[in-house]
C-alpha cells in the first residue's frame, strides 16, 4: 500500500521499513509511534529524492525529499556508515524520532537509535534531523552532490519545520542500506524479531 502511494520509492526498501517498524512496536516498553513512518534510501545518490514521510493510517505521502548524508560517509553515493561519535559518518537502522529543540542548526528533531551497534549512540553523536541551507537541490545538480552534513539527516530549509512536526514525539525513522553486516545483524529485520517480542 504504501508503494502506491511513493511509487518512486522502491518496494523492497518500504517492506524492510514496514518489518522494522512491526518488530519495533513489539520490544518491551515501545514508545514508536504505529501511524508515522520516514524511510530514507540511502543507497540512491544525493542529487536523488530519497526520503519519504508517511501517514501509515492513511496509507498517505506527507512527503518526497532530498536528504544529506555524513561529509564521511561519501560523496554523491552514500558508502560509509558508522555509529562512533567523530567519524561524522550516517547511520543505518531504525530510530525513533523524539522531541524538538532551538539548535545551532535552528529548529531540529531529535533521533533515539534502536539498534545496538549500529545507530544506538546517535543521541550522545547529536544525530539529529534539522534544515541546512547546504541540502538545495539545484546547486546539487549543479556540483554533483548535495552539501554534506556532519551525520545527521539533514533536509531542505523550507520544508524542516512541517517535516520535524510530522515527525517528533514517537514516528520511526528507517534508514536503509544495502550493508551486509547491518542487513544480517539487526534486530528488527532478524525473523524472530531479535527474541525480544513481547
Known sequence: ????????????????????????????????DPTRLAVIDYSRPSIEQRLWVFDVTQQKLLYQEW??????????????????????????????????YMGGNGYSLRLDGLEPGFNDNARDRAIVM??????????????????RSLGCPAVRLKVAKPLINSLRGGAFVFAYYPDKEWLEHSRLLAPDCGGRAG
Open 130 to 147: 534539522h534544515g541546512a541551507p547546504y541540502v538545495n537541490p539545484s546547486v546539487a545538480q549543479l556540483q554533483g552532490r548535495l552539501g
Open 67 to 100: 536528504v544529506a548524508h555524513g561529509r564521511n560517509s561519501g560523496s554523491n553515493r552514500t558508502e560509509h556508515f558508522s555509529n562512533r561519535d567523530g567519524s561524522f559518518m550516517s547511520s543505518l537502522g531504525g530510530f525513533t524520532a523524539r522531541e524538538t
Open 1 to 32: 500500500m504504501l508503494s502506491r502511494a511513493a511509487p518512486a520509492a522502491d518496494r523492497k526498501v518500504l517492506q524492510l521499513a514496514t518489518t522494522a517498524l512491526q518488530c519495533a512496536l513489539r520490544q518491551p516498553n515501545s514508545t514508536v
